[in-house]
Nanobody
């Protein structure tokens, strides 16, 4: 069974930075596209960023473009999300997800393994 474990969440003030990391493990691990989604209380889970298996394709939600940077290390089976210039509206639980395929997608239905999530709180 594949396990995705997120780390790096926390509480920061507006304008601060955090770096989220997701480590994938499990004997059935299949390299694929990886993504970050987030969910704030009372809202639906929303797409944040995705990176294809090769790293050639990267996508960001408009709300985080220019502030967040996704990267991956296929040798270590990790994917990171560098979050800069954080805003209160970035407050949410952030989830790492592994895709069904190598290609990147901003649709949650394209991902079949999810981590437990890590809380990010940005205060004004």
């Amino acid at each position: 069974q594949v396990q995705l474990v997120e780390s790096g969440g926390g509480a920061v003030q507006t304008g601060g930075s955090l770096r989220l990391s997701c480590a994938a493990s499990g004997y059935t691990f299949r390299p694929a596209a990886m993504a970050w989604f987030r969910q704030a209380p009372g809202t639906e889970r929303e797409f944040v960023s995705t990176i294809s298996l090769s790293g050639a394709t990267i996508m960001y939600a408009d709300s985080v473009k220019g502030r967040f940077t996704i990267s991956r290390d296929n040798d270590k089976n990790t994917v990171d999300l560098q979050m800069d210039n954080l805003k209160p509206e970035d407050t949410a639980v952030y989830y790492c997800a592994r895709g069904r395929w190598a290609s990147a997608s901003d649709l949650w239905t394209a991902y079949d393994d999810w981590g437990q999530g890590t809380q990010v709180t940005v205060s004004s």
